[in-house]
């Protein structure tokens, strides 16, 4: 086996063990199973998926694969900026008053990216990555961040994956932190704030119309499902017979 380097990519639902304790659970995995696919979505080669862990995924890419490896800022940006917009989808589309309904809109979405060493080891039909700096990873979805800084949803980048990528956090208005873990040195790492880059932009005024009629189209599908609704749910609003895009209130 070779030792590799690369970057792993960790997408991770906030509040996920809470909504499922109070949710009635087929309402709750309709819901989670949709925000599942908006990340998924964004997860594209040269990023590999090897494997999940209830509220996350896990992905990882060889350091090699990328020409522009700055570009995984962008697609952080872009998979949180989706799931938000899917989020704000349904709770503005729904008129149920199940608990998972009223529910989700405790959840947000943690990003992490770190850059170290791994080896890719074969289990039988499964493929998992061994190593220190995979272990540190995970290690980084138990963090202080929240208590620190009040954020239920961001990314968190390692000073490893930023020098990898040749990102100066400064410049992206990033702020800086240590976390501490048993084994390990101190761990710097910075918070990049994106439900402040975003601006909380409503669904109604996206610029890009394509995101729109995709979640647009999924919510349509989802939402009648865990309201049980034969006729759906969405009285308040009307859509484009072409595109089934989002065009207002009624």
Avoid: W
């Amino acid at each position: 086996m070779n030792i590799e380097t690369g970057y792993f990519f960790i997408s991770d639902i906030t509040g996920y063990t809470q909504f499922l304790a109070h949710s009635e659970l087929d309402h709750a995995k309709e819901i989670l199973d949709a925000l599942f696919e908006s990340i998924l979505e964004n997860i594209e080669p040269p990023l590999i998926v090897s494997n999940t862990q209830g509220d996350a995924i896990i992905c990882y890419a060889p350091s090699h694969a990328f020409h522009q490896p700055g570009q995984l800022l962008d697609v952080m940006e872009r998979t949180y900026f989706d799931f938000r917009r899917l989020l704000q989808l349904m709770k503005l589309n729904n008129t149920c008053d199940c608990n998972a309904c009223l529910n989700m809109s405790a959840l947000d979405l943690k990003i992490f990216l770190h850059y170290g060493e791994y080896l890719v080891q074969q289990i039988g039909t499964k493929t998992d990555l061994q190593g220190a700096d995979v272990i540190l990873a995970h290690l980084l979805m138990k963090n202080s961040v929240f208590d620190k800084f009040g954020l239920p949803g961001y990314g968190l980048l390692t000073d490893a994956a930023l020098r990898a990528m040749g990102i100066d956090p400064s410049a992206e208005g990033m702020l800086a932190h240590i976390e501490q873990y048993e084994h390990y040195d101190a761990i710097n790492v910075y918070i990049h704030d994106v439900p402040r880059r975003s601006l909380a932009p409503e669904p109604l005024q996206a610029t890009n119309t394509n995101a729109i009629a995709i979640n647009t189209a999924r919510v349509a599908k989802i939402l009648p499902v865990i309201c049980g609704r034969k006729e759906g749910c969405f009285p308040r609003y009307t859509y484009t017979n072409e595109s089934n895009i989002l065009l207002g209130r009624e």
